[in-house]
């Protein structure tokens, strides 16, 4: 019996956290975030997404013979973890989970060559999912021939990318390349201003290719990319609450730390208490990914829903601990706030994440 | 990541498996002292009681082992029967007798604790001492080869049904707060000493004894301190401690019952399943428990692997009893009006169950620790909070 994390996955843990305070502090965010709001249609940040590269992290979930280092997706989910404590822009859910994730299921020789270059860290993949659990504005993709038209709405990691992966239905999967003709491709920004998502409209856009059968791919690329994003939104929540309790240590009100009022004390103990167990349910959806498969979709719903849940009264509570300061540009903390803000949105709302939940166990109308 | 306990562990299970489908008694509730004694017995015979305590003080002697521990209540759960006896003699007296006691104390009073002999009740709160209990004021004067007990105590759980009490009293008047107070081990038939039941919000459904017990220079001898005269209140942190980690809940069994009425129960015709707004609740209080679940192994590997837990080792208590108590807000919503009834009335659902459940639920909110102590000790000692300036000194 051994509930928690090996050697190896601490020592990843604790480099790519070291990594990240010292190459992505918040003033970097900061940079980045300026940098968007000035050419919101750059999108990704590619010279950070290499120094990922560096490090291994967009090869985590790339099998090991297309040169990645086919690791489990709990050690995916510490690198989202990481990445969300650090509220570091990157291509990472869409790119380094999510993509590579579909692909090595799909095991095509096409697949694989993708896989080769998205372990690279040069060639970034985007993702349009938000149609296999949510349609809106009549959004939805289809095939004329070998050729895709309609509406894909809030892909993830496309603006900037190489290419797009498309589900077409709930059993096709195909490739474009981002600046295929017929393609447009709208940003949609976000209330984090560090990320977007974007509408693709297609327009008899040609494929890269198209595989067919791809039902489990789908089903496990959605899987996956829900359980990192959980693990990011906790990541984000980890350090609302340290900055919380340094802040509190640090700031002085009628003579004393705020920190010392039991009104504040309680408010953190209330986030971590809240928080802990969140933790625990995202490494076990993580673990059964690879090892329960048949548990991970519930578990999957239900760490991104309760996190999410979680998450907003942290976000809360995280801003009221740092009283009017907290609501200023300037102390950052809303970077925070944003992240787990718009985490929310992506990959199922928590209510519907409940109601698929409910659905999986037989339990409904 | 290895949730799996192994072979030796498969093979352990197996054994108490066969050893309950042999030896597992009838209805326990309705047997006599002497079968549950004799039951017990057979428990500490073959190791699945008692199972760390040397064989000298009427243990079985096994080397500590937390998944052998685990899986022992796992099976006896799975067999709807009880490990040993949950009373607090067993779980909060033995380990501070086994840390504190004197030989004598340890030969006298674990193995008949053990054997369900002698049922013991905790005299700590009082009156006037509930989260600060060290202001507690029940005094204890040496008279000779003993000392004299005058006060009250509080909270008394199972009081009428013991034999001793394990109490916290003021033996040196004139120490410091902390330091005045001894740990004590009293007969409940001592003369001057009363028993009187507190009749609780959750009246016949409630805990079946809770009591008050009052001290009027009640004679104990003195070689009835465990560990030095004014060394209580160390020892009881041990005991504390020891109360802290019993009081965690089977949240999954309840949550599987809550289930199971909400697939049951109808209003026009429809089961609250079916309706979204209380399927929703139950996800989410799904998803609570889960976590819990999860969150209880990891605690757990941190305890087999000796690694301090951290902040993430203090909150099941707070997040538990929560949890309980809004489970059974859930149940009793969706019982719609039928929630209101109680006491036997016709058309009450599983007996009041969930109404007592309800009111218990909020008793071990506020017992053994409040939830505001609970987050004072979580931000305190997690999370290195400064404490609360002390009130100067009038």
């Given at each position: 019996m051994d509930f928690g994390l090996s050697e190896d996955q601490r020592l990843l843990d604790e480099t790519l956290r070291a990594f990240l305070a010292d190459r992505v502090p918040i003033d970097v965010v900061r940079a980045e975030r300026d940098?968007?709001?000035?050419?919101?249609?750059?999108?990704?940040?590619?010279?950070?997404?290499?120094?990922?590269?560096?490090?291994?992290?967009?090869?985590?979930?790339?099998?090991?013979?297309?040169?990645?280092?086919?690791?489990?997706?709990?050690?995916?989910?510490?690198?989202?973890?990481?990445?969300?404590?650090?509220?570091?822009?990157?291509?990472?859910?869409?790119?380094?989970?999510?993509?590579?994730?579909?692909?090595?299921?799909?095991?095509?020789?096409?697949?694989?060559?993708?896989?080769?270059?998205?372990?690279?860290?040069?060639?970034?993949?985007?993702?349009?999912?938000?149609?296999?659990?949510?349609?809106?504005?009549?959004?939805?993709?289809?095939?004329?021939g070998d050729r895709v038209h309609g509406k894909a709405m809030m892909a993830l990691g496309g603006v900037g990318a190489d290419a797009l992966l498309l589900p077409i239905g709930r059993d096709r999967l195909a490739l474009v390349a981002a600046e295929a003709p017929g393609l447009t491709q709208t940003r949609l920004a976000t209330v984090d201003a560090t990320r977007c998502t974007s509408e693709l409209l297609c327009e008899g856009v040609p494929v890269l290719w198209l595989a067919r059968e791809a039902g489990s791919s789908i089903e496990r690329m959605l899987l996956a990319g829900r359980i990192a994003l959980a693990a990011d939104t906790f990541g984000a929540c980890e350090a609302m609450i340290a900055r919380s309790v340094a802040y509190a240590a640090d700031r002085t009100q009628f003579g004393r730390p705020i920190g010392s009022?039991?009104?504040?004390?309680?408010?953190?103990?209330?986030?971590?208490?809240?928080?802990?167990?969140?933790?625990?349910?995202?490494?076990?959806?993580?673990?059964?990914?690879?090892?329960?498969?048949?548990?991970?979709?519930?578990?999957?719903?239900?760490?991104?829903?309760?996190?999410?849940?979680?998450?907003?009264?942290?976000?809360?509570?995280?801003?009221?601990?740092?009283?009017?300061?907290?609501?200023t540009d300037e102390q950052n903390l809303h970077f925070w706030f944003k992240r787990v803000a718009t985490n929310r949105h992506l990959l199922g709302s928590p209510t519907s994440l409940r109601e698929g939940a409910a659905a999986l166990q037989d339990f409904g109308a | 990541m290895d949730l799996e306990y192994g072979a030796e562990y498969d093979a352990f299970r197996e054994e108490v498996r066969a050893f309950l489908e042999a030896h597992k008694p009838g209805n326990l509730a309705e047997a006599s002292a002497e079968d549950r004694s004799a039951w017990l017995t057979k428990q500490i015979e073959h190791g699945y009681w008692a199972r760390t305590i040397p064989t000298e003080y009427g243990g079985y002697g096994a080397e500590p082992n937390l998944l052998h521990t685990i899986i022992m209540d796992e099976e006896f759960n799975r067999a709807g029967t009880l490990r040993g006896t949950p009373s607090q003699g067993p779980s909060m007296?033995?380990?501070?007798?086994?840390?504190?006691?004197?030989?004598?104390?340890?030969?006298?009073?674990?193995?008949?604790?053990?054997?369900?002999?002698?049922?013991?009740?905790?005299?700590?709160?009082?009156?006037?001492?509930?989260?600060?209990?060290?202001?507690?004021?029940?005094?204890?004067?040496?008279?000779?080869?003993?000392?004299?007990?005058?006060?009250?105590?509080?909270?008394?759980?199972?009081?009428?049904?013991?034999?001793?009490?394990?109490?916290?009293?003021?033996?040196?008047?004139?120490?410091?707060?902390?330091?005045?107070?001894?740990?004590?081990?009293?007969?409940?038939?001592?003369?001057?000493?009363?028993?009187?039941?507190?009749?609780?919000?959750?009246?016949?459904?409630?805990?079946?004894?809770?009591?008050?017990?009052?001290?009027?220079?009640?004679?104990?001898?003195?070689?009835?301190?465990?560990?030095?005269?004014?060394?209580?209140?160390?020892?009881?942190?041990?005991?504390?401690?020891?109360?802290?980690?019993?009081?965690?809940?089977?949240?999954?069994?309840?949550?599987?019952?809550?289930?199971?009425?909400?697939?049951?129960?109808?209003?026009?015709?429809?089961?609250?399943?079916?309706?979204?707004?209380?399927?929703?609740?139950?996800?989410?209080?799904?998803?609570?428990?889960?976590?819990?679940?999860?969150?209880?192994?990891?605690?757990?590997?941190?305890?087999?692997?000796?690694?301090?837990?951290?902040?993430?080792?203090?909150?099941?208590?707070?997040?538990?009893?929560?949890?309980?108590?809004?489970?059974?807000?859930?149940?009793?919503?969706?019982?719609?009006?039928?929630?209101?009834?109680?006491?036997?009335?016709?058309?009450?659902?599983?007996?009041?169950?969930?109404?007592a459940h309800s009111m218990f639920a909020l008793g071990l909110i506020i017992g053994g620790g409040t939830a505001q102590i609970q987050k004072n000790i979580i931000a305190e000692r997690g999370l290195g909070m400064p404490r609360e300036p002390k009130p100067a000194k009038a």
């Amino acid at each position: 019996m051994d509930f928690g994390l090996s050697e190896d996955q601490r020592l990843l843990d604790e480099t790519l956290r070291a990594f990240l305070a010292d190459r992505v502090p918040i003033d970097v965010v900061r940079a980045e975030r300026d940098r968007l709001l000035e050419a919101p249609e750059t999108g990704i940040d590619r010279a950070l997404w290499a120094r990922l590269a560096e490090l291994g992290m967009t090869g985590v979930l790339v099998p090991e013979e297309q040169d990645g280092s086919g690791l489990s997706l709990l050690d995916a989910a510490l690198v989202a973890q990481a990445l969300g404590h650090a509220v570091a822009p990157t291509p990472f859910l869409a790119s380094g989970v999510m993509a590579p994730v579909a692909l090595r299921t799909l095991a095509t020789p096409e697949a694989e060559g993708e896989l080769r270059a998205l372990a690279t860290g040069e060639r970034i993949v985007g993702v349009a999912a938000t149609e296999l659990f949510a349609v809106r504005e009549d959004a939805g993709l289809r095939l004329e021939g070998d050729r895709v038209h309609g509406k894909a709405m809030m892909a993830l990691g496309g603006v900037g990318a190489d290419a797009l992966l498309l589900p077409i239905g709930r059993d096709r999967l195909a490739l474009v390349a981002a600046e295929a003709p017929g393609l447009t491709q709208t940003r949609l920004a976000t209330v984090d201003a560090t990320r977007c998502t974007s509408e693709l409209l297609c327009e008899g856009v040609p494929v890269l290719w198209l595989a067919r059968e791809a039902g489990s791919s789908i089903e496990r690329m959605l899987l996956a990319g829900r359980i990192a994003l959980a693990a990011d939104t906790f990541g984000a929540c980890e350090a609302m609450i340290a900055r919380s309790v340094a802040y509190a240590a640090d700031r002085t009100q009628f003579g004393r730390p705020i920190g010392s009022f039991q009104a504040v004390k309680h408010m953190c103990a209330e986030m971590i208490a809240d928080l802990e167990p969140v933790r625990s349910l995202v490494w076990y959806a993580a673990h059964c990914f690879d090892a329960l498969p048949d548990e991970a979709p519930l578990m999957a719903h239900h760490a991104l829903a309760h996190g999410a849940e979680v998450a907003r009264e942290i976000a809360s509570t995280a801003t009221q601990v740092h009283g009017g300061v907290g609501w200023t540009d300037e102390q950052n903390l809303h970077f925070w706030f944003k992240r787990v803000a718009t985490n929310r949105h992506l990959l199922g709302s928590p209510t519907s994440l409940r109601e698929g939940a409910a659905a999986l166990q037989d339990f409904g109308a | 990541m290895d949730l799996e306990y192994g072979a030796e562990y498969d093979a352990f299970r197996e054994e108490v498996r066969a050893f309950l489908e042999a030896h597992k008694p009838g209805n326990l509730a309705e047997a006599s002292a002497e079968d549950r004694s004799a039951w017990l017995t057979k428990q500490i015979e073959h190791g699945y009681w008692a199972r760390t305590i040397p064989t000298e003080y009427g243990g079985y002697g096994a080397e500590p082992n937390l998944l052998h521990t685990i899986i022992m209540d796992e099976e006896f759960n799975r067999a709807g029967t009880l490990r040993g006896t949950p009373s607090q003699g067993p779980s909060m007296l033995v380990p501070t007798l086994l840390e504190h006691g004197t030989e004598e104390q340890k030969r006298r009073w674990i193995g008949p604790t053990m054997r369900g002999e002698v049922i013991w009740c905790q005299g700590y709160s009082e009156p006037g001492a509930g989260s600060d209990l060290a202001s507690l004021q029940t005094r204890a004067v040496a008279d000779g080869d003993d000392f004299l007990i005058s006060g009250q105590k509080i909270w008394t759980s199972t009081a009428d049904k013991s034999q001793m009490m394990f109490a916290l009293v003021r033996t040196e008047a004139d120490a410091p707060k902390h330091a005045g107070i001894s740990y004590l081990l009293v007969p409940v038939d001592s003369p001057g000493l009363e028993v009187r039941p507190l009749r609780t919000m959750a009246g016949d459904l409630g805990p079946s004894s809770f009591n008050q017990v009052f001290f009027d220079e009640v004679r104990v001898p003195r070689s009835n301190v465990v560990g030095r005269r004014g060394e209580g209140w160390k020892i009881a942190n041990t005991t504390l401690k020891h109360e802290r980690n019993s009081l965690s809940s089977n949240a999954e069994g309840t949550w599987m019952r809550l289930a199971k009425l909400m697939r049951d129960e109808t209003m026009n015709g429809v089961p609250a399943i079916a309706s979204p707004v209380y399927r929703d609740r139950l996800m989410q209080l799904q998803a609570r428990m889960l976590s819990m679940k999860y969150h209880a192994l990891r605690m757990l590997t941190c305890a087999l692997k000796e690694e301090p837990p951290g902040v993430a080792g203090l909150v099941a208590k707070l997040e538990n009893c929560q949890l309980s108590f809004d489970m059974a807000a859930l149940a009793l919503d969706v019982m719609g009006e039928l929630g209101a009834l109680y006491d036997h009335a016709k058309y009450e659902r599983a007996r009041g169950h969930w109404q007592a459940h309800s009111m218990f639920a909020l008793g071990l909110i506020i017992g053994g620790g409040t939830a505001q102590i609970q987050k004072n000790i979580i931000a305190e000692r997690g999370l290195g909070m400064p404490r609360e300036p002390k009130p100067a000194k009038a």
